[in-house]
Nanobody, 115 residues
Framework: VQLQASGGGLVQTGGSLRLSCAASGDIDIIKDMGWYRQAPGKERRLVAVIDLGGTTRYAESVKGRFTISRDSAKNTVYLQMNSLKPEDTAVYYC??????????WGQGTQVTVSS
């Protein structure tokens, strides 16, 4: 399984960005996909997850502002980020989770929100 993340960038406070994570390879073994972020000096933390049934879960800090979705035909998961705040600045990572608990990670994409 390979995960290719894209869509990061520099945006002003209140702006929007959409991240994409395209999966390739043996994608049938993936049970859920998610976005995590890691700010400098901090641990990597969950942002949002979506499973095969479409059930989603969000970190409290992004509820109402971020939306995770997927396009099964394109094997791609998206993270729409609205009303961005400086504290959203981080490297965002895409994760693909397997039923056996193993996780695949994509390369990070930098999101910077200026005040």
């Amino acid at each position: 399984v390979q995960l290719q993340a894209s869509g990061g960038g520099l945006v002003q406070t209140g702006g929007s960005l959409r991240l994409s994570c395209a999966a390739s390879g043996d994608i049938d073994i993936i049970k859920d996909m998610g976005w995590y972020r890691q700010a400098p000096g901090k641990e990597r933390r969950l942002v949002a997850v979506i499973d095969l049934g479409g059930t989603t879960r969000y970190a409290e800090s992004v509820k109402g502002r971020f939306t995770i979705s997927r396009d099964s035909a394109k094997n791609t998961v998206y993270l729409q980020m609205n009303s961005l705040k400086p504290e959203d600045t981080a490297v965002y990572y895409c994760r693909g989770g397997l039923r056996n608990g193993y996780n695949y990670w994509g390369q990070g994409t930098q999101v910077t929100v200026s005040s």
